[in-house]
Structures are given as C-alpha cells and as structure tokens.
C-alpha cells in the first residue's frame, strides 16, 4: 500500500492506495494533479532517507507528502 499525506490548516490526511489496483491508482494520480495544480508541493523520501521534490506523479513511491505553499509576512 502507499500513501499520500496531505498537511493543511487542520493536520494531515492519508489517502492510501494500491498501486496494482489500475482505478485506485488513476485516483492517486488524479489527486497528486489536482494537489499541485491548487498549489501543493509534493515530496517523496528515497529508500536512503533522502528527500525530493516531485512534480510529476510516481506510482512506485511509497509515500508522497504534500505541504501547502508558505506565505511569509
């Protein structure tokens, strides 16, 4: 299963998916779309703790997290 953690105003939500279920997966990617277009930077940690930013979908990564644009004052 993987998941995709959403930070907001009221903590996070996890949407979890399997990623052999073709229609559970074209939801993921709808949502990772949608996320970013709104504004959403995604993020997804490497096996080796590393983390990167993603701006297309990755079906094998294991847990995406997306945080909502800052605005400083």
């Known amino acids: 299963m993987a998941t995709q953690i959403v ?3 009221t903590g ?3 949407h979890s998916f399997d990623t052999a279920d073709a229609e559970a997966l074209f939801r993921a990617e709808e949502r990772f779309k949608e996320l970013t277009r709104v ?4 993020a997804v ?4 703790g590393e983390v ?3 701006r297309t979908f990755d079906p ?3 847990e995406t997290l997306f945080f909502p644009r800052l605005v400083g004052g």
């Open 52 to 54: 990167a930013i993603k």
């Open 12 to 14: 996070d939500t996890r």
């Open 39 to 42: 504004g959403f930077t995604a």
């Open 60 to 62: 094998t990564a294991e």
């Open 45 to 48: 940690r490497s096996t080796s």
């Open 7 to 9: 930070m907001d105003h």
